[in-house]
């Protein structure tokens, strides 16, 4: 699947994620989040070549991992990045 298509999956992931937590609760709604959010940092982690990346390219996503590349997303986007983004794709 090209790049393009997967971060426009993602942006749908994301807002069916928000319109979930808005019918069911957080609480429920938690699974549907969490995915979307794992799909990011997956994805961006690619976009900007981090090497958690190429790591989980040899030995799959594990959830240290997974944090460490998230942490290294946020000093690139800023902590309020996820609130800049349009969800409406």
Known sequence: MSLDVRVRELGKR???ALEFIKRRGAVQ???K????AES??????EVNKLPEYEIARKEGWWAKLLHK???KLRD??????????????
Do not use: F, H, M
């Open 40 to 45: 990011a940092v997956k994805t961006l982690s």
């Open 29 to 31: 709604a938690s699974e």
């Open 14 to 16: 994301l807002g069916e």
């Open 33 to 36: 989040p969490y995915k979307a």
């Open 76 to 89: 690139i986007y800023g902590e309020g990045a996820a609130g800049r983004v349009d969800y409406s794709v």
């Open 69 to 71: 590349a998230a942490r």
